[in-house]
């Protein structure tokens, strides 16, 4: 069946532009997670989504970022005013619930260049 | 906080020999742990996982590894890697204090099989 879903697969925009990028789930999958792959961070957690709960938004390093999930499916994180420090690979997952037992399945990633 | 070290990030290995590549954890609380690998330009796919039970868990491709709480280690194991196996594999670490499942990552250890 149908993997996770992420696009654009390259996005290349200059330094203060907004950006979008989009995660399509499997279909079912009531969690999702988006996290962040950079060369000096490595992969960190940015945000969870479970079912209509209020999202987790923990791992978010500023204000400038953003995410919402609409009707429990599609996901987009959003981030304003882009600077350099925020290219990075941002990738996203989903999986069955939030429990331990329940693997995250994972996009091919949205890679985010700012010029 | 969670934290994991994968003190290699590059392992050679010449085709069919054995290999070990180290993961070790530091949590104040019971865990859950995880191996992923990324082929390039891919995501993350999950290798294996231990959240209970016996130790040594195995993957469906001959990966292997231990869970040993005294030495908080999550090692992973190939008695003979093949050119496919070149890829770059991720430990995580989950506790679930947060209500769901955060994976903290390690920075990576990069495979290198050759010929």
């Known amino acids: 069946g149908a993997g996770v879903s992420q696009s654009p697969s390259n996005k290349v925009t200059e330094k203060g532009k907004d950006v979008e990028l989009r995660c399509d789930p499997i279909?079912?999958?009531?969690?999702l997670y988006w996290y962040r792959q950079s060369l000096g961070q490595g992969l960190e957690f940015l945000i969870y989504f479970q079912g209509n709960s209020a999202p987790d938004k923990s791992g978010l390093p500023s204000d400038r970022f953003s995410a919402e999930r609409t009707g429990g499916s599609v996901s987009t994180l959003t981030i304003q005013r882009t600077q350099q420090e925020d290219s990075a690979v941002y990738l996203c997952a989903s999986s069955l619930g939030g429990g331990d037992n329940q693997p995250q399945h994972f996009g091919d990633g949205t890679r985010l260049s700012i010029l | 906080a969670q934290s994991v070290t994968q003190l290699d990030s590059q392992v050679p290995v010449f085709e069919e020999a054995p290999v070990e590549l180290r993961c070790n954890y530091s949590?104040?609380?019971?865990?859950?742990l995880f191996w992923y690998v990324q082929y390039p330009n891919q995501g993350l796919q999950l290798l294996l996982k231990y959240l209970s039970g016996s130790t040594l868990v195995e993957s469906i491709n001959g990966f292997e590894a231990e869970f040993n709480k005294s030495q908080t280690s999550f090692h992973l194991r190939k008695p003979s890697v093949h050119i496919s196996d070149t890829a770059e594999y991720f430990c995580a670490v989950s506790d679930f204090s947060t209500g769901f499942q955060k994976l903290v990552f390690g920075t990576g250890t990069r495979l290198l099989v050759s010929p």
């Open positions: 949590s104040s609380v019971s865990v859950y």
């Open positions: 279909s079912g999958h009531t969690a």
